[in-house]
């Protein structure tokens, strides 16, 4: 069984900023890229930033230069670094790994999404 936590989530006034975490558990093998995404009210899910397991990054343009992700391979973590926020990030945040099991299987996992919320 392999489980994704985020954390961080809450309410912060526009301009703040805020970071988020996901950590990884349970039968892992290796964890090849990993992500954020968010789903606002009424919209779709979309992709904010995703990293490979060699560091490479890649950003929506609504994000690039105020969000940066980073991870840690040692403790299976993925990070969301937000800055100078807006109401229009206001959203559920979704973390999202590919992982390879111990079993020899690879799978996509999400987590179960944490609130941000931006607003005075």
């Known amino acids: 069984q392999v489980q994704l936590v985020e954390s961080g989530g809450t309410l912060v006034q526009p301009g703040g900023s805020l970071r988020l975490s996901c950590a990884a558990s349970g039968s892992i093998f290796g964890i090849y890229a990993m992500g954020w995404y968010r789903q606002a009210p009424g919209k779709q899910r979309e992709l904010v930033a995703t990293i490979t397991s060699g560091g490479s990054t890649n950003y929506a343009d609504s994000v690039k230069g105020r969000f940066t992700i980073s991870r840690d391979n040692a403790k299976n973590t993925v990070y969301l670094q937000m800055n100078s926020l807006n109401p229009e990030d206001t959203a559920v945040y979704y973390c999202?790994?590919?992982?390879?099991?111990?079993?020899?299987?690879?799978?996509?996992?999400w987590g179960q999404g944490t609130q941000v919320t931006v607003s005075s």
């Open positions: 999202n790994a590919d992982i390879l099991k111990r079993s020899g299987r690879r799978t996509d996992y």
